[in-house]
């Protein structure tokens, strides 16, 4: 399925896309297993958020919810 002239994301593309960018920021691997929590501190989790709905907007032309 297209949204626009871009293919949708399928969900494993959405994860890896979330994953990377997670180490992106954090610096550290990350496995789909690992707890949100776990994952730094609620600052930087807040910024992996915002910069991945960013990320999707740009990438797909979507908001996420």
Known sequence: MKI???E????????SD?????GQITGMQVKPEDGWIEISNSEI????IKEFIRLMEERYGFEIA
Do not use: D
């Open 45 to 48: 989790r807040e910024r992996i």
């Open 18 to 22: 979330f994953l990377m960018l997670v």
């Open 4 to 6: 626009g002239n871009v």
């Open 8 to 15: 949708k994301p399928t969900f494993h593309a959405f994860r």
